[in-house]
């Protein structure tokens, strides 16, 4: 399996500009999470899905942010208007829908630098 | 509340020098614990984790780590070190009762292997 996937790796973008973060999990995987690091404020949940349903939203910081989950093969973050201080690393994490068992999967991360 | 501590933020160690990395947790609920290791510009990697049974538990890379109930700690281990462990590793907990899989996340040791 090829893991977690998220694109893109590195955003560079303007205040005020949209952002679009994707994520696809690894297949069979039911729950998905976002997270974002920082270093002020570590690694924070924002928000996760299961079976693609929206569960917990209440680390999304504010309604510039917003995530979907339309198939079980593709998720999106986006971030509008963005600002400076979302500058971040956001991950994306899987997990098997096996309550109690294994780990979550993070991938790589999208590394955001807003101007 | 729940809540995850690492106790502590840097660790130097040298190589093949033994190391230990301490966890505590305060949890309502009868616990599972990982640890994640995390290299520079990737995502967290599953270590170990921990759900019943065994106290010590193996993990990859030669480390484990042991669960305490009495001191509410899971401290990992790894009895000689290379540099390839430099690196942030980060403690994590859920519960057995939560099927919807939430960790909550340590603030991460950073662990620096001088020659």
């Known amino acids: 399996d090829a893991g977690v996937i998220q694109s893109p790796r590195h955003e560079v973008t303007e205040m005020g500009q949209e952002v679009t973060l994707r994520c696809k999990p690894i297949?069979?995987?039911?729950?998905l999470f976002w997270y974002r690091q920082t270093m002020m404020r570590g690694l924070e949940l924002l928000i996760y899905f299961n079976n693609n349903v929206p569960i917990d939203d209440s680390g999304m910081p504010e309604d510039r942010f917003s995530a979907k989950m339309p198939n079980a093969s593709f998720s999106t973050l986006k971030i509008q208007p963005s600002e400076p201080r979302d500058s971040a690393v956001y991950f994306c994490a899987s997990r098997p829908g096996l309550a109690g068992t294994g780990g979550q999967f993070f991938g790589p991360g999208t590394r955001l630098t807003v101007l | 509340a729940q809540s995850v501590t690492q106790p502590d933020i840097h660790i130097t160690v040298s190589e093949g020098a033994s190391l230990e990395l301490r966890c505590n947790y305060s949890y309502g609920a009868t616990p599972y614990l990982f640890w994640y290791v995390q290299s520079p510009g990737q995502g967290l990697q599953l270590l170990l984790k921990?759900?019943?049974?065994?106290?010590l538990v193996q993990g990859i890379k030669g480390f484990e780590a042991e669960f305490k109930r009495s001191q509410s700690s899971f401290n990992l281990r790894k009895p000689s070190v290379h540099w390839s462990d430099a690196a942030e590793y980060f403690c994590a907990v859920g519960s057995l009762t939560d099927s919807w899989g939430k960790l909550q996340f340590g603030a991460g040791t950073q662990v620096v292997v001088t020659p």
């Open positions: 297949s069979g995987h039911d729950y």
């Open positions: 921990y759900f019943s049974g065994d106290t």
